[in-house]
């Protein structure tokens, strides 16, 4: 089987698997291959910032490689960005003309690294690079959640929180926006709130949390509700995303990590999305080594051997079941991340292009 | 028992380090000391959303643990209840999509409910330690710096006092314990104390970082294993080398299958977990 090439590929799984590490030898196999490529990272590892050249001020920007230690010039140099919250909420800002986005205390706050707005920035991130129209294929390696799902759980997330019930508050509030510019923009305004309970709920909120924080949290909702297009341009992604013929989704996970309940679990989400198509990269396997392994049968070292060869099966036998491919990435002998990364671009490269 | 257990050990790493069987193994250690423990798991997922990361199954391996399990919704009623003194009304407000689409919006706020329940219960009953199944690295940091971070946000009101107070508590290292778990490789052993390094920069919290599924115990059996076998324990033994100072303790690979062995393996590593 080969890995088509689509606009999108999208690494799922959870941390530690090898994710990130994969999907930089993705990117840079595809770049071989003459694709114009963007890789996004989530993944605050400093090691990946070594491999690829980058120092600690380049998160959120695009910084071009065409050359990387041990691996050489790259056929097309491909960009590559580190996703930083605060970054990405300036740029919604501007683009929306609410320079106040990122100047909000609530808002500044909240898009800390661990503010927990990672998923959702990132999805309006890659929505905004799309548009320039520059690349042929988004390596994208989602952002460690407590749940790798959380990632496509991102879209929901934007779609409640402009529904209509905050639409009607923020439609509300930005009238009054429009009519006293100037003034006390929030003062007694909770008051003058229509729709139906939302304002006994901020007049409680209000009695727990005083008054100046529900003036705050006005003011947040105010500055992100007249950003909103910014907000909702990230919904455009879920189509892509789960279209089949648009993007790769590719679930990593690792033979000393093998967790079978993500395999079923994400097949279940994928379903929700009508998606049925996806490949799972088993990385550091071993089983073919271990094969070669005769120790005294009773022994400990059997033990041992029976263990992990059970281990990799179960992994192996899920994938009959749940996935449309199976791609093996062996362990890697090497302690500089780099010679791994150009390792698994080679066997990237052998999967792609083998039948 | 020769030392002075924390109240609240709080077992973080990347997924399938095996925090959910090393937290578990913990619970069970500290109470054949005698020691009232209970282990936890919370659920940050989407209010009324069927996802859960419970771990029923590893659950029923272990059998007699104490175990409980933190719904966010429970967590944010009991606590908008006692704040507004009616159940009636709070049950109205985490209902209300306003309070859901916030909560989904700002998954901050969810930890800071769920972290004041936790802390609530340590102070209700002076005997109890628990053992807090946490998730993945990231947001271990950020369930830890997210009532720090709404403290800041609310500046004043009753909400900002229970803050101060829960921090006070939260961030006094003989209260609370950050255990972080890694897999012998460099990249994993890195981050780990990427995530000590940030943990600490937040509060001079007792921080130790332990080695899951060392193979280094094994290194007889492995005298005649594959070559790759062969170079994947002597990366190990490198990795091990080079972080020894960062590393508390490793804990043996175990070729059991069933919770009592695999607890067997491993017990006499436990007491370093303290």
Not at chain 2, 53 to 68: A, D, K, R, V
Request: proline share 4%; net charge neutral.
């Amino acid at each position: 089987m080969k890995i088509p090439i689509r606009s999108f590929d999208i690494f799922f799984g959870t941390g530690g698997v090898g994710k990130t590490t994969l999907a930089t030898a993705r990117a840079i196999q595809l770049a071989n291959e003459g694709q114009r490529v963007l890789l996004m990272t989530i993944d605050p590892a400093k090691r990946l910032k070594d491999i690829l050249g980058l120092g600690d001020d380049c998160a959120g920007e695009i910084k071009t490689i065409s050359e990387l230690p041990e691996i050489g010039k790259i056929k097309t140099p491909f960009d590559a960005l580190l996703m930083s919250p605060p970054k990405t909420i300036e740029r919604m800002g501007q683009a929306a003309g609410v320079k106040e986005l990122s100047q909000n205390r609530i808002v500044e706050v909240l898009a800390r690294p661990n503010g927990g707005m990672n998923e959702i920035l990132s999805l309006i991130e890659l929505q905004s690079r799309l548009e320039s129209g520059k690349y042929d294929c988004v390596v994208l390696d989602t952002p460690p959640g407590p749940h790798f799902l959380d990632f496509l759980d991102g879209l929901e997330k934007i779609k409640s929180f402009f529904d209509q019930r905050f639409v009607e508050i923020f439609t509300s509030l930005g009238r009054r926006a429009m009519e006293q510019p100037h003034k006390g923009l929030m003062s007694g305004l909770i008051d003058k709130v229509v729709g139906a309970g939302v304002n006994k709920l901020l007049s409680y909120l209000q009695k727990v949390t005083g008054e100046k924080f529900v003036e705050d949290f006005l003011a947040a909702l105010e500055v992100i509700y007249r950003s909103r297009s910014s907000f909702v341009s990230g919904l455009a992604m879920e189509k892509k995303l789960c279209d089949p013929l648009q993007a790769n989704w590719f679930l990593v996970t690792s033979v000393e990590q093998g967790k079978f309940n993500e395999a079923k679990e994400i097949q279940l989400a994928a379903a929700k999305k009508q998606r049925k198509e996806m490949f799972l990269l088993l990385n550091k396997a071993l089983i073919h080594q271990l094969e070669s392994w005769n120790p005294e049968a009773g022994s400990k070292a059997a033990k041992l051997k029976e263990s992990l060869v059970i281990k990799e099966k179960n992994l192996r036998d899920i994938t009959k079941t749940h996935f449309t491919g199976l791609f093996d990435f062996p362990e890697i002998m090497a302690s500089s991340p780099t010679q791994h990364v150009k390792e698994l671009a080679l066997q990237w490269s052998h999967h792609a292009n083998s039948n | 028992m020769g030392f002075t257990p924390k109240r609240l050990y709080i077992f973080t790493g990347k997924g399938g380090v095996g925090k959910t069987t090393l937290s578990l193994a913990f619970t069970q250690w500290l109470r054949e000391q005698n020691l009232s423990a209970t282990y936890l798991t919370l659920s940050q997922q989407a209010l009324s959303d069927e996802r859960a990361s419970y771990p029923t199954q590893s659950l029923n391996e272990w059998g007699n643990i104490p175990h409980i399990h933190l719904e966010l919704e429970e967590c944010a009623e009991g606590y908008i209840s006692k704040k507004l003194g009616s159940s009636m009304l709070s049950k109205w407000i985490v209902k209300t999509a306003f309070f859901r689409a916030l909560v989904n919006m700002l998954p901050g706020f969810g930890y800071v409910i769920s972290v004041g329940k936790v802390l609530d219960m340590l102070n209700e009953d002076p005997q109890l330690i628990i053992v807090l199944d946490a998730p993945a690295s990231g947001h271990a940091l950020a369930m830890l710096e997210a009532t720090s971070n709404f403290r800041e946000i609310f500046q004043a009101g009753l909400v900002f006092d229970d803050t101060e107070k829960m921090l006070k508590r939260l961030y006094d290292e003989k209260h609370t314990g950050v255990r972080i778990l890694t897999l012998p490789t460099s990249l994993s052993m890195q981050e780990a104390v990427e995530l000590k390094t940030s943990v600490q920069k937040l509060a001079p919290l007792d921080t130790k970082i332990f080695l899951n599924h060392s193979l280094e115990s094994w290194t007889t059996e492995l005298s005649d294993a594959p070559v790759a076998m062969k170079e994947k324990l002597s990366l190990e033994l490198e990795v091990i080398e080079e972080f020894k100072n960062d590393l508390s303790a490793s804990i043996p690979y175990s070729a059991s299958s069933s919770a009592k062995e695999i607890y067997q393996d491993i017990k006499s590593s436990l007491e370093k977990f303290v």
